[in-house]
């Protein structure tokens, strides 16, 4: 479904992404994961077009991205729910889900009322809640806020950042169960994530990055018994 190949990244003259090459395949869960500041969510915004100086290749379904406009990328259906959650605060939980459906085409009243019962579906208490404003609510219900946001779409590939950052103990394993339950259906998704325990026990295969480069690859139980990531990310 997803294929990166040779991907170099900048900021200026600060090459970000070196030689990054990764691949997701259709129904698949697939993580990146390593330590903050190292390319993980500039690969992220160079797949959703937010990053112009880019060289290699990025394909989707069999054709090149990579040059595309954000907005005609999220119509091909690759949808990134961002680190941070970046909710509008001020407006309701429905406001915010409304909003999750722009700029995805052919998008009408009978698909918005689908897309609003599926999340709600998912996530009963937003829709206990959803005349309440985003702002107000807890930093797992907005994290839990931001996935449905991004659900709403209707993506073929959903792309989440950290969405376990800052979150309780209890939180962090509603999310892990939400995107268990998302994998299971069948959607695709790229998980980038630092809590290497979470991200490899949902994935199928994964990917560490170090210092902008792909340092292992493999699949998600052969990578948590790897000797690297033993080491660097789950202090055994």
Same mark, same amino acid.
């Given at each position: 479904?997803?294929?990166?190949?040779?991907?170099?990244?900048?900021?200026?003259?600060?090459?970000?992404?070196?030689?990054?090459?990764?691949?997701?395949?259709?129904?698949?869960?697939?993580?990146?994961? &390593?330590?903050?500041?190292?390319?993980?969510?500039?690969?992220?915004?160079?797949?959703?077009?937010?990053?112009?100086?880019? #060289?290699?290749?990025?394909?989707?379904?069999?054709?090149?991205?990579?040059?595309?406009?954000?907005?005609?990328? *999220?119509?091909?259906?690759?949808?990134? *729910?961002?680190?941070?959650?970046?909710? #509008?605060?001020?407006?309701?939980?429905?406001?915010?889900?409304?909003?999750?459906?722009?700029?995805?085409?052919?998008?009408?009243?009978?698909?918005?009322?689908?897309?609003?019962?599926?999340? #709600?579906?998912? #996530?009963?208490?937003?829709?206990?809640?959803?005349?309440?404003?985003?702002?107000?609510?807890?930093?797992?219900?907005?994290?839990?806020?931001?996935?449905?946001?991004?659900?709403?779409?209707?993506?073929?590939?959903?792309?989440?950042?950290?969405?376990?950052?800052?979150?309780?103990?209890?939180?962090?394993?509603?999310?892990?169960?939400?995107?268990?339950?998302?994998?299971?259906?069948?959607?695709?998704?790229?998980?980038?994530?630092?809590?290497?325990?979470?991200?490899?026990?949902?994935?199928?295969?994964?990917?560490?990055?170090?210092?902008?480069?792909?340092?292992?690859?493999?699949?998600?139980?052969?990578?948590?018994?790897?000797?690297?990531?033993?080491?660097?990310?789950? &202090?055994?």
């Amino acid at each position: 479904m997803l294929r990166i190949s040779a991907l170099d990244t900048y900021y200026g003259h600060q090459q970000i992404l070196r030689n990054v090459s990764l691949e997701v395949n259709d129904g698949e869960l697939v993580t990146l994961i &390593g330590a903050n500041g190292n390319g993980k969510s500039t690969l992220l915004m160079a797949i959703s077009g937010m990053i112009k100086k880019c #060289f290699g290749t990025i394909e989707f379904r069999g054709t090149r991205i990579d040059g595309l406009t954000t907005k005609a990328i *999220v119509r091909l259906g690759i949808i990134q *729910v961002p680190q941070g959650r970046l909710l #509008f605060p001020d407006m309701t939980i429905l406001e915010n889900l409304e909003l999750g459906t722009r700029g995805v085409t052919d998008f009408t009243s009978k698909s918005m009322k689908q897309s609003l019962e599926e999340v #709600f579906g998912l #996530f009963k208490i937003l829709y206990s809640r959803r005349k309440q404003k985003a702002g107000t609510l807890s930093g797992g219900e907005q994290q839990m806020l931001a996935i449905a946001r991004g659900l709403m779409g209707r993506p073929r590939l959903l792309m989440l950042d950290e969405p376990s950052f800052g979150l309780s103990p209890v939180m962090i394993e509603e999310v892990g169960r939400v995107l268990e339950g998302l994998h299971e259906t069948g959607l695709s998704i790229l998980l980038v994530e630092q809590n290497a325990y979470l991200a490899l026990e949902l994935a199928d295969r994964g990917y560490v990055m170090e210092s902008g480069a792909i340092v292992a690859s493999g699949k998600a139980c052969e990578l948590a018994e790897s000797k690297v990531v033993k080491t660097a990310y789950l &202090g055994i």
